[in-house]
């Protein structure tokens, strides 16, 4: 019988998408009553969900083979003193390492794997996703274009995998006017500066040299606001150094008021040269934000509209999408924003989303 006990496991806890999904639905399934846990196997805890009573055991995994064996014993013994109906693992690691443990000791749970990107690694990684697939028995991934990805790589077998998009709290992510002219004055912007957001980690994936080439070849009314920490900061820095742009580019590294931010934008731009989903597009989108983003992954899923879909790595196109969008009316702004609020609240409200995934696992353990 399916209880209310369920374990999510999680390569880490950073300021990315995948991270902050899991914590909302952490939140979500806290709120409807269920008794959550979640598992953090490197650590890092940037972002956490709201609910204080729900616990976070970091288990500081090293990149060596002694300590995935701790980890390994580590997680066996959670799991059998939390007694979980459900453990589900997000992103590779964590995926891959509670197949272990269900490989290695008896199992009398489900386990649901998540990829978050049709790129999660090298040929490596697939071919250790393909050789442990049959361990999980349900795999999803976070679009179409990603889940297909993955089953024409042999990573996931097509019979045991499904697309479960991410989820947004549409009450928490809306636009907020004075919210909107509180930044808007604190960060010393004027009205007529027109403000360009982005969010999300400082890495390759997120192609900000592309978005910084692009805003080189704007006018000097534009600000740009980068929201997100990483390994390429230095990089970045110099970079936008190099084009002089110090005085309209801000980057303000990790914060937790990330909704704040895109009432105060004027369009919110995402660069990647590949995603998975794309959640702050779909948070923008719900704060009536316009999108401009690269054709990565299952972003153009998250849009409803390929009129806003530039090519990955080709920063002329993006430039000039920036700026034809900031010719539109006022008028046509706000409509096209609330068309985009209405869509998000559709197609990926929290709620729905809740729904589904509480809907697969109670499956599982009825099949079970």
């Known amino acids: 019988m399916f209880n ?64 995935f064996l701790k980890v390994l ?44 990107s049709k790129n999660e690694g090298g040929a490596l990684r697939m071919f250790i996703y393909r050789l442990t697939d049959h361990l999980a028995d349900v795999s999803t991934n976070v679009s179409e274009e990603a889940l297909n990805e ?3 790589k042999k990573a996931f077998s097509k019979y045991k995998s499904q697309v ?13 006017s004075e919210t909107r002219n509180s930044l808007r004055k604190q960060l010393q912007i004027s009205d007529n500066d027109q403000v360009i957001l982005a969010v999300g980690r400082l890495t390759a994936a997120k192609d900000y040299p592309n978005l910084i080439n692009a805003f080189n070849l704007l006018p000097d009314f534009f600000k740009l606001i980068i929201i997100g920490e990483g390994e390429l900061r230095y990089d970045i820095e110099k970079h936008i150094e190099h084009l002089n742009l110090k005085s309209r580019v801000t980057l303000l590294g990790s ?14 731009v995402l660069s990647s040269e590949w995603e998975g989903f794309g959640l702050v597009v779909a948070e923008a989108m719900a704060c009536k934000c316009i999108a401009v983003c690269t054709d990565a992954g299952g972003v153009k ?19 000039e999408k920036i700026l034809e969008i900031s010719k539109l009316s006022e008028e046509q702004k ?14 990926f409200a929290i709620t729905s989303v809740v729904d589904r995934w509480l809907s697969i696992y109670k499956t599982q ?3 079970k």
Do not use: W
């Open 4 to 67: 209310n006990k369920l374990l999510f496991v999680i390569t880490g806890l950073g300021l990315g998408g995948a991270e902050r999904q899991l914590c909302i639905l952490a939140d979500k399934f806290y709120q409807r009553g269920y008794d959550v846990m979640i598992v953090s196997l490197n650590g890092e805890t940037v972002v956490r969900p709201e609910e204080k009573n729900i616990k976070i055991v970091n288990l500081n995994l090293k990149k060596d083979p002694f300590s």
């Open 73 to 116: 014993f580590q997680c066996r013994t959670i799991i059998k003193r939390y007694q979980p109906s459900i453990v589900h693992s997000h992103m590779f690691h964590a995926n891959i390492l509670m197949r272990m443990v269900g490989l290695l000791f008896k199992k009398n749970y489900n386990l649901i794997c998540t990829a978050h």
């Open 150 to 152: 993955f089953i024409r």
């Open 164 to 176: 479960i998009y991410n989820g947004i709290d549409v009450d928490k992510f809306n636009f907020n």
């Open 255 to 268: 914060i937790s008021t990330v909704h704040d931010y895109y009432s105060a934008c004027d369009l919110f």
């Open 301 to 319: 899923e998250v849009l409803g509209n390929p009129q806003y879909v530039v090519p990955v790595s080709n920063h002329k196109a993006l430039s």
């Open 334 to 347: 706000k409509l096209i924003g609330c068309q985009n609020r209405n869509h998000i609240i559709k197609n």
């Open 365 to 367: 353990q009825v099949d």
